[in-house]
């Protein structure tokens, strides 16, 4: 892995853009095994860093721990668990960040969480915190040794009654010492520009890493474009639509549209790329092939 320091992940000044990946805690043996499989396979792009997800209400708290020191002790991963204050007390929360500082992993994506699956609206603990920012200033207090990361929604978070609102809550989270920040997911480039332009106009001076999807169907794209509020191109859509139930013609689609966005995205000084891979390595290999061949990366 090339040394990332734990003060500053996401470096705009660094002559090498930051590639970062997402994986998130398997819920069987076979996952697992997915999951392992996937990360010894990436070694080989040595990415600067690696998040982990964590489930509503901690429901993965312990995998999301044990997954997290497995990537680093066996792998060599810098590791950014995540961390939610969903069904968490602060003392329980400072528990958990203890836990990691134990583990040796000293970076976090702070985050409000979603609420259960049962739920119908965010509900915080009668002794927790009620939004990220509060997350944010926690482990700025308790543990400033820490380095914080914090989710920013380009095309606005589906909860947001609207863009410029969304914004001020992201300039909170930055406020109360977040590093940087992680964009959802997002197929046109432009909403990223546009939303980088709007966090400096409004004094969000931190790095901004595009986050980008590695596809595999149709079904995926729509459905996480369902959950976190992006839109579907129609010619993206199009495309996925005539590869029809024809794997590789899907991958081909999604690796070509993810290529030709961490082109654009390197070339106009992003400051690097947050692949989220679902646990799967092959097309965040061959991306990073095809980058090195345009000599976009080293």
Known sequence: MRNMTLTNPVDCSAS????????????????????LQAA?????????????????????????LEYARRLKEDLGYTIMPHLTCVGHSRDELKEIIAEFKDAGLRQIMALRGDPPQDAQDFTPHPHGLAH?????????EH????????????EKHPQAPNLETDLQNLKRKVDAGADFITTQLFFDNQVYFNFVDRCRAIGIEVPILPGLLTITSRQQAQ????????????????????????????????????????????????????????????IALQLIERLKADRLLP
């Open 16 to 35: 090498v853009p930051r590639i970062s990946v997402e994986f998130f805690p398997p819920k069987s043996e076979k996952a697992a095994e997915q999951l």
């Open 40 to 64: 010894s396979e990436l070694r080989s792009i040595q990415p600067d860093f690696a998040s982990i997800t964590y489930g509503a209400g901690g429901s993965t708290r312990s995998r999301t």
């Open 132 to 140: 990220a920012n509060e997350l944010v200033s926690l482990i700025s």
């Open 143 to 154: 543990y400033p040794e820490c380095n914080v990361a914090v989710a920013g929604y380009p």
């Open 223 to 282: 459905r996480f474009c369902a959950m976190c509020g992006a839109v579907l191109p129609e010619a993206l859509d199009q495309a996925l639509a005539a590869a029809g139930s024809d794997p590789a013609a899907v991958e081909a689609v999604g690796l070509d549209w993810i290529h030709e966005q961490a082109r654009e995205l390197l070339k106009n000084d992003a400051p690097g790329l947050h692949l989220y891979l679902l646990n799967r390595a092959g």
